[in-house]
């Protein structure tokens, strides 16, 4: 594999496993906000904001995939002529959002589903239930600044 | 910034006067009841007058779901937005003096929904009827029909496959005698064959065993009609039920006309049952009765105005004791109450806390403008908040200081993205280089975080360091209000002491430039004292943390515990680099969308899917990202700000009022 396969490579895993992360996550908490619709229609906009939550590490992973891909020069332009070994710095970089991503919004998608009880019970408590899956989120802002930082400084 | 300091009013008056001052108060609104129990009083038992109104409340309720579903109000979407109703107390005085009448309308109209639902039934089942009755429907005698003179009819169905030969074998197996007998087949289906048969008297008791025992039934309810004659008549049936239907949606249509007057007879139910909860509660004697509770004391002059000065009573106002807890109720000017809604969702302040919402409001809209970091995103998000704002005046009163909230932070927005130069993303230059060839690059007032995005992260510490120490800073106020001065000192003064050496200490190092690209020299004295503030601080924390306990090892057991608290100020502070991440992920999307768009190139199938790709791809980031801004936010807020200093353990204020629905009443 040439440079530019690793670095394609790196920037597809981003999107690709935040993206399953997020859709993982987004979907469980979708079957309980569903549920919770079902028995109190008027909680809709509260347990929508809940299920959303997991939902960020998908953009996280399109972010560091977008910015790899302007820097290996596949967005407009043409290709940049790049060695194995940036290729392979790239494709480091991107690991931390692509695998971080993927673990912490499916877990995040768990605890939006337990916050999701608290609405359907206590629907005054949405501050507290909005936190817990936020807390979850810090892991994946922290592999993001790891992976963003990596990528932006990989001289190309 | 601030608790409304609570009072504890009693009131003693005459029985004579209970209902008049009950009344008043519950339109004052201002009082939380809290009744001190006293044994030798009793208290009436409001609770068959409880549910008599709660049952009148019931009524008129289900009445106006039932002529919402018959005849819907003409409702905008921004219908919740709206709030109550004003009417002339002339108005409702009216409604309320014919509310007899009016619970009569409202039974009227669930009797008549009873009526409709039972028609419909009706009509369903009629339905099946001539739906089990089209097999049958070449029959020309009734289904029950008993023969004649000698001869005897038997109908009834057997398997789908049987046809005529099989029944005559089964009769000719059964008894070689049964030759006079003339079966039919009246139709066939997937379920079952219809067969008729017709023989002498004397032998049909034989014809029906010998079918019976190969699979014959006869119809459950067999009806004494000719089976075509008895459909029509049904048709005919369900025709009128169905004219009486539509005459009762019509009477329904009528009925609507007085939705008006139900609504405002369930509010004054509604009204009634609360004031009979409270009454339940009184301790009474022979001729008077007594009321305690919590009263805002700003309030308090009020009360000895409408009340104290026009009955004959005793109004007692008395300062809250130390082991009473009173409700908090927080009143902040029009900025700060804006974020009441923010605070409240973590916990009202406590009996120890201050009202955090005047310092919570500044750092929430420069963290929010900061992640979502969009001039137009902002412009947006104000301007939808600020038309809301004037068009809904009578909007709920936690909606409206949301909406506040969020055009203030919208304005905070357009300033971030003004300095980052974000407006939809890169927009400007993407229209110009694409569609006029001629590109034009906004420029950022202050720096575009893509090129120096350690800069961005820089400040966001910063930020951070700065709103926990402003928490830590609270909490010293805290103590030092209350006169523990050594509790400021060892709790705040100390790590104030040690963070600060720390901070003076990392500045001048190579690993901080190389984040920053800020180089720090001090001279070496100033290094010297970063070092010693540092270790001071560090010692303190160490001897001092745990002197609650007088264990000697148990202390310092406590103090090495809080010291090692400052791995979690390390991720605290890391927490705030969530500034950068949401920030850059706003702009970043907002590109991808902008890029997106304009890949058809410059044609005007181009402009067109442009146009596409702008309204629904800006949408839906500006909507994550004003989400993920807000959950953010707060998290900061919350966790971070508040573990500081705030435990947000306070009961809210539950004043005696008026709870209506549907209408406020204009005072005269």
């Given at each position: 594999m040439n440079g530019l396969t690793w670095a394609l490579l790196g920037a597809m895993l981003a999107v690709i496993l935040a993206g399953c992360g997020s859709a993982l996550g987004v979907g469980l908490a979708g079957q309980a906000a569903a549920g919770v619709v079902t028995e109190d229609p008027s909680k809709f906009v509260k347990v929508l904001v809940l299920?959303?939550?997991?939902?960020?590490?998908?953009?996280?992973?399109?972010?560091?995939?977008?910015?790899?891909?302007?820097?290996?020069?596949?967005?407009?332009?043409?290709?940049?002529?790049?060695?194995?070994?940036?290729?392979?710095?790239?494709?480091?970089?991107?690991?931390?959002?692509?695998?971080?991503?993927?673990?912490?919004?499916?877990?995040?998608?768990?605890?939006?589903?337990?916050?999701?009880?608290?609405?359907?019970?206590?629907?005054?408590?949405?501050?507290?239930?909005?936190?817990?899956?936020?807390?979850?989120?810090?892991?994946?802002?922290l592999a993001l600044l790891i992976s963003f930082m990596a990528v932006s400084a990989i001289p190309v | 910034m601030a608790k409304l300091q609570m009072q504890r009013v009693s009131i003693c008056a005459l029985k004579r006067d209970r209902k008049a001052i009950l009344e008043k108060l519950q339109s004052l609104g201002t009082l939380e009841v809290n009744v001190i129990e006293d044994e030798s009083l009793t208290k009436m038992d409001t609770s068959p007058a409880k549910q008599r109104f709660d049952r009148k409340v019931h009524q008129t309720q289900t009445a106006l779901?039932?002529?919402?579903?018959?005849?819907?109000?003409?409702?905008?979407?921004?219908?919740?937005?709206?709030?109550?109703?004003?009417?002339?107390?002339?108005?409702f005085s009216q409604a309320v003096f014919s509310r007899k009448k009016v619970v009569d309308t409202a039974k009227r109209v669930a009797a008549v929904d009873k009526e409709i639902a039972e028609k419909k039934a009706t009509i369903l089942k009629m339905e099946a009827q001539i739906d089990s009755m089209q097999p049958w429907l070449s029959l020309e005698v009734p289904l029950d029909f008993k023969g004649t003179e000698k001869t005897g009819m038997l109908v009834g169905t057997m398997d789908p496959e049987t046809t005529l030969e099989n029944i005559y074998t089964y009769l000719k197996e059964f008894d070689d005698s049964l030759e006079a007998v003339e079966v039919d087949i009246i139709s066939k289906d997937r379920n079952a064959t219809y067969v008729s048969a017709i023989a002498l008297k004397e032998i049909l008791g034989k014809v029906e065993e010998a079918l019976?025992?190969?699979?014959?039934?006869?119809?459950?309810?067999?009806?004494?009609?000719?089976?075509?004659?008895?459909?029509?008549?049904?048709?005919?049936?369900?025709?009128?039920?169905?004219?009486?239907?539509?005459?009762?949606?019509?009477?329904?249509?009528?009925?609507?006309?007085?939705?008006?007057?139900?609504?405002?007879?369930?509010?004054?139910?509604?009204?009634?049952?609360?004031?009979?909860?409270?009454?339940g509660l009184l301790p009474q004697s022979e001729r008077t009765f007594f009321l305690s509770g919590y009263m805002p004391a700003e309030e308090v002059p009020k009360i000895e105005k409408e009340i104290a000065s026009k009955y004959q009573c005793v109004v007692d106002i008395e300062e809250i004791k130390e082991e009473e807890e009173p409700p908090v109720v927080l009143k902040n000017g029009a900025f700060a109450s804006s974020i009441e809604g923010v605070v409240e969702s973590y916990g009202l302040p406590g009996k120890n806390d201050i009202d955090p919402s005047k310092i919570t409001m500044v750092f929430f809209i420069i963290f929010f403008g900061l992640m979502l970091s969009d001039a137009a995103y902002g412009a947006i998000v104000s301007i939808v908040c600020f038309i809301l704002l004037k068009k809904f005046p009578k909007i709920s009163e936690g909606m409206r200081k949301s909406l506040r909230l969020f055009m203030f932070c919208g304005l905070s927005t357009l300033v971030w993205g003004l300095l980052f130069g974000g407006v939809f993303g890169d927009l400007v230059q993407i229209v110009t280089k694409t569609f006029?060839?001629?590109?034009?690059?906004?420029?950022?007032?202050?720096?575009?975080p893509l090129d120096k995005p350690m800069l961005l992260l820089t400040l966001s510490l910063l930020f951070g360091v700065i709103h926990?120490?402003?928490?830590?800073?609270?909490?010293?106020?805290?103590?030092?209000?209350?006169?523990?001065?050594?509790?400021?000192?060892?709790?705040?003064?100390?790590?104030?002491?040690?963070?600060?050496?720390?901070?003076?200490?990392?500045?001048?190092?190579?690993?901080?430039?190389?984040?920053?690209?800020?180089?720090f020299s001090f001279p070496p004295v100033v290094n010297t004292i970063a070092k010693v503030m540092a270790a001071a601080g560090a010692i303190g924390i160490f001897l001092m943390s745990g002197r609650s306990s007088k264990n000697p090892v148990l202390r310092l057991g406590l103090g090495a515990y809080d010291l090692y608290n400052i791995t979690g100020w390390l991720s605290d502070i890391l927490s705030y680099s969530r500034l950068l991440a949401l920030g850059l992920a706003t702009g970043v999307v907002a590109s991808v969308i902008n890029q997106m768009g304009s890949m058809a190139g410059k044609s005007v199938a181009g402009v067109i899917i442009f146009i596409f790709a702008f309204v629904f791809g800006h949408l839906l980031n500006m909507a994550i990202n004003l989400l993920g801004a807000y959950v953010h936010t707060s998290r900061l807020q919350y966790v971070e700000f508040f573990g500081k200093f705030y435990d947000g353990d306070g009961r809210p204020f539950n004043p005696f009022k008026t709870n209506n629905e549907y209408v406020d009443i204009k005072e005269d």
């Amino acid at each position: 594999m040439n440079g530019l396969t690793w670095a394609l490579l790196g920037a597809m895993l981003a999107v690709i496993l935040a993206g399953c992360g997020s859709a993982l996550g987004v979907g469980l908490a979708g079957q309980a906000a569903a549920g919770v619709v079902t028995e109190d229609p008027s909680k809709f906009v509260k347990v929508l904001v809940l299920q959303l939550l997991p939902g960020t590490q998908g953009i996280y992973g399109l972010l560091i995939g977008f910015i790899a891909l302007s820097k290996i020069g596949l967005l407009g332009g043409g290709a940049a002529d790049i060695s194995k070994g940036t290729g392979m710095m790239i494709f480091a970089a991107c690991l931390p959002i692509a695998i971080v991503g993927l673990i912490s919004a499916y877990h995040q998608g768990k605890t939006s589903v337990a916050s999701i009880g608290i609405i359907a019970k206590k629907p005054d408590q949405f501050g507290k239930a909005m936190l817990f899956p936020a807390m979850v989120e810090t892991y994946a802002i922290l592999a993001l600044l790891i992976s963003f930082m990596a990528v932006s400084a990989i001289p190309v | 910034m601030a608790k409304l300091q609570m009072q504890r009013v009693s009131i003693c008056a005459l029985k004579r006067d209970r209902k008049a001052i009950l009344e008043k108060l519950q339109s004052l609104g201002t009082l939380e009841v809290n009744v001190i129990e006293d044994e030798s009083l009793t208290k009436m038992d409001t609770s068959p007058a409880k549910q008599r109104f709660d049952r009148k409340v019931h009524q008129t309720q289900t009445a106006l779901e039932i002529l919402n579903t018959y005849v819907p109000e003409k409702k905008s979407m921004f219908a919740s937005l709206e709030g109550r109703r004003d009417v002339e107390s002339h108005d409702f005085s009216q409604a309320v003096f014919s509310r007899k009448k009016v619970v009569d309308t409202a039974k009227r109209v669930a009797a008549v929904d009873k009526e409709i639902a039972e028609k419909k039934a009706t009509i369903l089942k009629m339905e099946a009827q001539i739906d089990s009755m089209q097999p049958w429907l070449s029959l020309e005698v009734p289904l029950d029909f008993k023969g004649t003179e000698k001869t005897g009819m038997l109908v009834g169905t057997m398997d789908p496959e049987t046809t005529l030969e099989n029944i005559y074998t089964y009769l000719k197996e059964f008894d070689d005698s049964l030759e006079a007998v003339e079966v039919d087949i009246i139709s066939k289906d997937r379920n079952a064959t219809y067969v008729s048969a017709i023989a002498l008297k004397e032998i049909l008791g034989k014809v029906e065993e010998a079918l019976r025992l190969n699979g014959f039934t006869k119809p459950a309810n067999p009806v004494n009609m000719v089976p075509k004659d008895y459909v029509e008549q049904l048709k005919v049936d369900i025709q009128s039920c169905e004219a009486e239907i539509a005459d009762s949606k019509k009477e329904m249509e009528t009925l609507a006309a007085t939705r008006r007057e139900i609504e405002m007879v369930a509010d004054y139910y509604r009204m009634r049952k609360d004031k009979y909860e409270v009454l339940g509660l009184l301790p009474q004697s022979e001729r008077t009765f007594f009321l305690s509770g919590y009263m805002p004391a700003e309030e308090v002059p009020k009360i000895e105005k409408e009340i104290a000065s026009k009955y004959q009573c005793v109004v007692d106002i008395e300062e809250i004791k130390e082991e009473e807890e009173p409700p908090v109720v927080l009143k902040n000017g029009a900025f700060a109450s804006s974020i009441e809604g923010v605070v409240e969702s973590y916990g009202l302040p406590g009996k120890n806390d201050i009202d955090p919402s005047k310092i919570t409001m500044v750092f929430f809209i420069i963290f929010f403008g900061l992640m979502l970091s969009d001039a137009a995103y902002g412009a947006i998000v104000s301007i939808v908040c600020f038309i809301l704002l004037k068009k809904f005046p009578k909007i709920s009163e936690g909606m409206r200081k949301s909406l506040r909230l969020f055009m203030f932070c919208g304005l905070s927005t357009l300033v971030w993205g003004l300095l980052f130069g974000g407006v939809f993303g890169d927009l400007v230059q993407i229209v110009t280089k694409t569609f006029f060839d001629h590109e034009i690059i906004l420029k950022p007032i202050w720096f575009a975080p893509l090129d120096k995005p350690m800069l961005l992260l820089t400040l966001s510490l910063l930020f951070g360091v700065i709103h926990m120490f402003v928490g830590l800073g609270i909490k010293a106020y805290v103590c030092i209000k209350d006169k523990r001065y050594l509790d400021a000192f060892c709790d705040v003064g100390l790590w104030y002491l040690m963070l600060t050496g720390l901070i003076l200490m990392l500045l001048p190092t190579d690993i901080f430039a190389s984040i920053s690209q800020m180089t720090f020299s001090f001279p070496p004295v100033v290094n010297t004292i970063a070092k010693v503030m540092a270790a001071a601080g560090a010692i303190g924390i160490f001897l001092m943390s745990g002197r609650s306990s007088k264990n000697p090892v148990l202390r310092l057991g406590l103090g090495a515990y809080d010291l090692y608290n400052i791995t979690g100020w390390l991720s605290d502070i890391l927490s705030y680099s969530r500034l950068l991440a949401l920030g850059l992920a706003t702009g970043v999307v907002a590109s991808v969308i902008n890029q997106m768009g304009s890949m058809a190139g410059k044609s005007v199938a181009g402009v067109i899917i442009f146009i596409f790709a702008f309204v629904f791809g800006h949408l839906l980031n500006m909507a994550i990202n004003l989400l993920g801004a807000y959950v953010h936010t707060s998290r900061l807020q919350y966790v971070e700000f508040f573990g500081k200093f705030y435990d947000g353990d306070g009961r809210p204020f539950n004043p005696f009022k008026t709870n209506n629905e549907y209408v406020d009443i204009k005072e005269d």
